[in-house]
């Protein structure tokens, strides 16, 4: 059985490790609920990674799978997203008639989100590529043992239903379930801390 490799990203991997992520997200029922169209999509995902969840590669909370196969943004406890920088990108790059329903999407997020401090996996994906080999299940083992040692939670928004029972193997459980207009469902789950 081979073993996968997972590394720290540090400032040198920033552009690889978004590029997997934008990669990866391309089929995401979310991410092309937002931005259909694939021009809109390629135009505007990246400065989304970048404001959702970039901050974890300066604060070395970011994973990258292999050759940058993949990627894992996670913010720590008391940490959150640029939420600034992501209402500019939302408001200059959706339709004007879409914009409500966007952000009464995002509000509903904010809403699920845990009141206490959690590690927050803001994003893990894959090259679509790679689907299956194991990466993603690398980078949250390799996460995860970090946050354990802490005796720490965790928490995630799952976009995609097809991820939901890789996050119930490693031990996150389903909090609840929204939509927003005709927007797909999003699936809050949570990982109770290990001791």
């Known amino acids: 059985m081979i073993t996968?490799?997972?590394?720290?990203?540090?400032a040198e991997d920033r552009e690889k490790l978004i590029s997997s992520l934008v990669a990866a997200f391309i089929?995401?029922?979310i991410a092309r609920w937002v931005w259909p169209e694939p021009h809109a999509y390629l135009s505007n995902y990246r400065a989304f990674v970048e404001a959702f969840g970039?901050?974890?590669i300066e604060a070395g909370t970011a994973l990258y799978s292999g050759d940058h196969i993949g990627g894992a943004l996670w913010l720590a406890p008391g940490i959150a997203p640029d939420e600034e920088r992501l209402a500019e990108i939302l408001?200059?790059?959706i339709?004007?008639?879409r914009l409500n329903?966007?952000?009464n999407f995002v509000q509903q997020m904010g809403a699920h989100h845990p009141r206490e401090p959690v590690w927050h996996l803001t994003m893990i994906g894959v090259d679509p590529t790679q689907y299956g080999c194991g990466h993603g299940a690398a980078m949250m083992n390799a996460f995860l043992e970090?946050?354990?040692?802490r005796g720490e939670p965790a928490y995630l928004e799952s976009s995609n239903p097809a991820n939901i029972s890789l996050y119930q193997r490693h031990g996150f459980e389903v909090t609840g379930r929204f939509q927003v207009g005709d927007s797909p469902v999003m699936t809050p789950m949570y990982r109770q801390a290990r001791v």
């Open 4 to 10: 996968l490799q997972t590394h720290n990203a540090v």
């Open 101 to 103: 329903v966007v952000f």
């Open 146 to 149: 970090r946050i354990d040692d």
């Open 54 to 56: 970039g901050s974890a």
């Open 27 to 29: 089929h995401d029922p």
């Open 91 to 93: 408001q200059s790059s």
């Open 95 to 97: 339709a004007e008639e």
